[in-house]
Structure formats: structure tokens, C-alpha cells
């Protein structure tokens, strides 16, 4: 369990986004938090009362219009048809759990419920994963078409690899997750007794950085009184 703040600061300080991907995209930012000291926890309370928010706000959204003249949803859309990408087939996350929380979010953990809601709530695609499975910090990059990238097939362990050209975080040892925000692999994702995570915020116009911080602060304020985080928010002007 790493409970170190600078331990935290230093994994994040590796973080790179490529100048290829600001490209496609110069409003882009990715808020990066790492989170060490987490309590593992089955569903409690806490996570359900979210969840049911997150619910009641998609229906309510979906009440009004499409999904996809959400003004962030509509923007990703827009992303992914910049690098190839086919978003009524590969549906950026925020979209996904928009589409699907009307009629039920998931019930995994804690961990795993807090965030899905927060993503909802917040209107932000939020990736989570055990920090601890990284080799070396993330980067996002444009694919070469080699990297690996371990997910399931038909029940069965498979390495896929992304298409040339496709937005995908990855580190030392391969993808983590592809299409920028659409799925990720299995090595590094979160699971019953995750207790450091790093989470991975996108934005883009019209979500503003102050809009980032808050669902920043909501996330961290729900997952345990004990927990020691840091973050990193990388744009254009950032990026090293």
C-alpha cells in the first residue's frame, strides 16, 4: 500500500502526453490522481447513494434529448473521428455509462462504484486502475500498431494491439487502455483489494478546468477520510 505523498508525486511527474495527441485535440486535458491509502470495501451504503444519483441524473438527461448532444459526449464523438475511430461503435466511457446508468449502473466495489458514479455525475470520462500493476508512469500517445494490449476474447486471455494512429494510454509494458478513453486492459485494472489507483480525468471544451477540480475533489472526498492523493492536471501549455 503506498500511503507516501511523494511516492504519489513522483509516479505522476513521469506522465507524458504526446504532442500528436494535442494535435488532434488542443483543448485537451487529462487531470491525473493517484490515491494511495484505500480501504478495500464491498458496496456499502456511500457508493449506493451516489449510484443512485448518477442514475436519476441520466434519466433526467435522457429526458431532455439524445445522449449524444451531450455537450461533452458530442465533443469526444468529435475526438474520436479525428484518429479514425467510429464512436457509435466504440463509445467513449462517459457515453457508455450514460446510456447504460438509466437503467442500472453496475455494482462491483466500492472503489469501482464511487468512480462510475463521479464520471456520471460529473459528466467526465474517469478511467480508475491499480497503480501499483504500471510499469513506470503513463504516457498517451498515438499508436505504432505494435504495443501489446491484454484483454478477453471470448472468455479466454488474448493480446490485442491498437490500430496505427489510435489515442491509447500506455507504459513500459504495453496499452493500458485504447481509444483514449474506451477500454481498458486487464493488467493494470482495479479489483477487490486495489489500495492505490491511479485515475485518469479527459476533458475537453466545453468542460472547463474548474469543472476537473471539482470532480476531482468529489472523487477523492468519497473514498475514505485516511487516504493520501496527488494530482497533476497536463495540457498543452504543460506537457513536457
Not at 16 to 42: C, T
Not at 152 to 180: F, I, K, L, N
Not at 228 to 237: E, H, K, Q, W
Amino acid at each position: 500500500m503506498v500511503t507516501d505523498r511523494n511516492e504519489l508525486d513522483l509516479f505522476l511527474s513521469g506522465a507524458r502526453i504526446e504532442s500528436s495527441v494535442f494535435a488532434l485535440r488542443p483543448d485537451y486535458r487529462a487531470l491525473l490522481v493517484a490515491v494511495g491509502g484505500i480501504a478495500p470495501a464491498a458496496s456499502d451504503d456511500v457508493s449506493e447513494s451516489l449510484l443512485g444519483r448518477a442514475e436519476a441524473m441520466a434519466r433526467d438527461l435522457a429526458a431532455r434529448g439524445p445522449v449524444e448532444e451531450i455537450p461533452h459526449v458530442a465533443a469526444w464523438r468529435e475526438a474520436y473521428r479525428a484518429f479514425g475511430a467510429k464512436p457509435q461503435r466504440t463509445r467513449n466511457s462517459l457515453e457508455a455509462l450514460l446510456r447504460r446508468a438509466p437503467g442500472g449502473l453496475p455494482r462491483v466495489n466500492r472503489l469501482t462504484d464511487v468512480y462510475n458514479a463521479i464520471s456520471v455525475l460529473h459528466q467526465v470520462p474517469l478511467g480508475g486502475e491499480d497503480l501499483t500493476r504500471y510499469a513506470g508512469s503513463p504516457r498517451l500517445v498515438r499508436s505504432d500498431g505494435t504495443e501489446p494490449f491484454d484483454t478477453t476474447a471470448g472468455g479466454e486471455m488474448v493480446t490485442e494491439h491498437p490500430e496505427v494512429g489510435e489515442v491509447v494510454w500506455c507504459d513500459d509494458s504495453g496499452v493500458t487502455c485504447r481509444r483514449w478513453n474506451w477500454r481498458q486492459g486487464r493488467r493494470t485494472q482495479l479489483h477487490d483489494g486495489t489500495t492505490t489507483a491511479l485515475f485518469i480525468m479527459d476533458a475537453l471544451d466545453p468542460m472547463t478546468d474548474d469543472a476537473l477540480t471539482a470532480a476531482a475533489d468529489d472523487l477523492v472526498g468519497h473514498l475514505g477520510p485516511d487516504v493520501v492523493s496527488a494530482r497533476r492536471l497536463i495540457a498543452p501549455t504543460t506537457s513536457r
